[in-house]
């Protein structure tokens, strides 16, 4: 082979590598399209898909701060200023499906009191689906009928258990009438009350599996709407009713509630106390609680689109008579300021107490 047959050849082999290359030329990727947040109204506001799937999500929360002068629930209480700030995330999750919406909800909880800082709290945590709810939430004791009056102290005069696991169905017929049916944990209850504790006038709970029952029934038609539920104390084997009767007549609404302890001289988990124990006579915490019954009432007075009066006034048959009111005022939304006054008369032991709080929250 002479130089100009190798040339030639070298020539050729390096076109055919250069045609080689034209032909796979790097072509830039198209950009994927861009996937927007779209929102998700089936739930109500604030709902949104999470990218990629069919789930909605909404996120919330809470910022409070608030001082408090003494203590409504202890007549011993003679701390001046107390001051305590809270912050929750509440993280609610819906996805349709064939036996109806599939939710979650969860709230975390952080609280700062006059500068000693507490753990993350688990609030509630729980899963719902075809009318079954499980998981923790407040006792539907409470839920249920709707706590008591719209005032921060509405559980001077005890109402009922509040963060406890359960197993709960809810019936809602669409015309009114609705029902609950509860199975609850009858060993651990996360009440914000340190008195609360089941164990200041229950037998020892150790090994005791039996759950809380919680039953109720309610109808509502236009401005008026009445609810009864019961709940039974599995470990001390004795429970409470209540009935409670709401109106709204616009310019104004009002409750009237009403419960019925089994034995007058026990305390149990619906009938029971958030006083301090120096609110009861010495080794007999029962005077603490309702006795036979225990009345509330109140109503709430819309002065203007950003101002509300409320007031609550609640009686037992212990002799405990509690009287709080405030006024709620929105100045923007999502912002409100609530101050209030408490009144506490405690016959048990023969003293009375005044309590105020200023309350400043954000929602979100």
Known sequence: MNIKSLLLGSAAALA????????????????????????????????????????CLKIGGRVRSEGEWYDAYNPNSKVGTLWHTRAELNVDTATDTEYGPLKTNMVLRWDWNDGGSTSTKLLFANISLGGFTVGKLDSQYNLYVGYAGDVINDDVIYDGPYELNQLT????????????????????????????????????????YAPDVVAGLGFKSGAWGVKVVGGYDSIVEEGAVKVRVDADFGVFSAFLMGGYNTDGDKLNKYAGTNLDRSACPVNDPSKCG?????????GSVPINDK????????????????????????????????????YTNFDSVNQDQWAGIMRFERSF
């Open 16 to 55: 055919a590598v250069s045609g080689a290359h034209a032909a796979d030329a790097i072509v830039a990727a198209e950009p994927e399209p861009l996937e927007y947040v779209r929102i998700c109204d089936a739930y109500g506001a604030g709902y949104f898909f999470i990218p990629g799937t069919e789930t």
């Open 169 to 208: 169905y809810n019936y809602d017929a669409g015309n009114g009438f609705t029902a609950v049916i509860s199975l609850e944990d009858s060993n651990s209850s996360g009440s914000d009350s340190s008195s609360y504790g089941a164990s200041w006038w229950t037998d020892d709970k150790t090994n005791h």
């Open 290 to 298: 309702w006795g036979d019954w225990a009345v509330w009432g109140g």
């Open 307 to 342: 101002l509300k009066w409320n007031i609550q006034l609640a009686y037992t048959d212990s002799k405990i008579f509690a009287a709080t009111t405030n006024l709620t005022w929105n100045p923007v939304k999502n912002l409100t300021l609530r101050p209030e006054v408490s």
